[in-house]
């Protein structure tokens, strides 16, 4: 009951701080004879690392991974994969000055409270380092969908919005995101938002931003009616996300403005069965996948680790100022995107795994 453990039958529990020797995670459920390489895995981490632009935390770790247990000769054995990541540039003194202090925004308060003890190193086990653990999970997870369903399986993730700039739907090209340091798939909007955020960090302030995630190829039939919907599923896994403040499928809050007729996904004769003419569903019906593409969106709120003075309490109810200094992501969303693509194949590759159980 810690809230440590994700999952039903695909399931990882991490474990580990921010400032501590090491991350890590147990990823259990996962099938025998699948191939698996600890590069299989970097691949994902480089994409989350940080240090990767000025637009990141400046916080050097290479992330590199060590598969310790779950995998003989280079494929699965049906037992628990343990993983481990030490972690490599931790200046734990950056805290020194505002250890008795409650950053506004963060979890320093609530885990005091909840707690009564609290590590204030970058927020310990709050912190967002943990997300490097998912992303190595969902690496494995990905290796479940591609082989037991298709290769052909997609998952993939772009930053829509930073602030109040929006990328143009018309002009979305998924060639784009891997050529940028913003996984922007609209290429007009990179140098508008590097201005943007280089004044926000300079004014020692924050963004936030949308991420959307698709799924391709997955199957019909996965999720289950009532409480175990796929979409309540995944919007469970992306509000997990460190800073994520909202979820939406499909077309999801748009739709308040479209009538019913506008709304409903026309369907007809396909070749290969349905034919829908439209996906304001984000392929999911009913809590069960439609087969088409699963999309959804993931809000990131901006950081409170600020340089601008904010108002708080120190641990002793005293009013007092703080400002956060140390390697901070200017907007957290960006580093969110390989996080959000990760957790819908954990997601994904449990639903698979819990449908081939109850529809042999």
Request: glycine share 12%.
């Amino acid at each position: 009951m810690s809230g440590n453990r994700f999952g039903t039958l695909f399931q990882y529990q991490s474990w580990g701080e921010s400032h501590g020797s090491a991350i890590g995670c147990v990823v259990d459920g996962v099938p025998p004879r699948i191939a698996l390489t600890e590069d299989d895995i970097q691949h994902y981490l480089d994409h989350r690392s940080p240090g990767r632009s000025r637009h990141t935390t400046q916080r050097k770790e290479s992330d590199t991974v060590e598969i310790l247990s779950g995998v003989f000769e280079g494929r699965t054995t049906g037992t628990p994969i343990s993983l481990i990541i030490h972690n490599e540039d931790v200046r734990s003194k950056d805290y020194d000055d505002i250890k008795d202090k409650f950053r506004p925004g963060h979890a320093d308060f609530t885990s005091q409270e909840k707690y009564g003890y609290r590590d204030y190193r970058g927020g310990g086990r709050s912190s967002a380092r943990e997300t490097a653990m998912r992303v190595a999970a969902g690496a494995i997870a990905r290796k479940i969908l591609e082989t037991q369903i298709s290769p052909d399986v997609i998952i993939r993730g772009a930053v829509v919005q930073i602030g109040a700039l929006p990328c143009n739907p018309k002009k979305w090209d998924w060639g784009e995101v891997a050529k940028n340091d913003f996984y922007c798939p609209d290429g007009t909007m990179i140098k508008k938002w590097e201005k943007f955020l280089d004044e926000r960090r300079k004014a020692g302030s924050s963004a936030g931003a949308i991420v959307e995630v698709q799924a391709t190829g997955i199957p019909a039939g996965l999720g289950a009616p009532v409480y175990d919907k796929l979409d309540a599923d995944i919007a469970k896994a992306l509000m997990s996300i460190n800073a994520a403040k909202g979820v939406e499928i499909g077309s999801g809050f748009g739709t308040v403005e479209l009538g019913g007729e506008e709304n409903a996904d026309e369907i007809r004769k396909g070749k290969k069965g349905a034919a829908f003419q439209s996906n304001n569903a984000g392929g999911i019906l009913g809590g069960i996948s439609s087969g088409q593409d699963i999309i959804a969106r993931v809000a990131f709120k901006p950081t409170s680790s600020i340089l601008t003075p904010r108002n708080t309490i120190d641990k002793d109810g005293n009013e007092t100022e703080i400002i956060t200094k140390g390697r901070h992501d200017p907007c957290v969303g960006i580093r969110g995107t390989p996080v959000a693509e990760a957790m819908l194949a954990c997601v994904l590759a449990d639903h698979w795994l819990r449908h081939k159980a109850q529809c042999l």
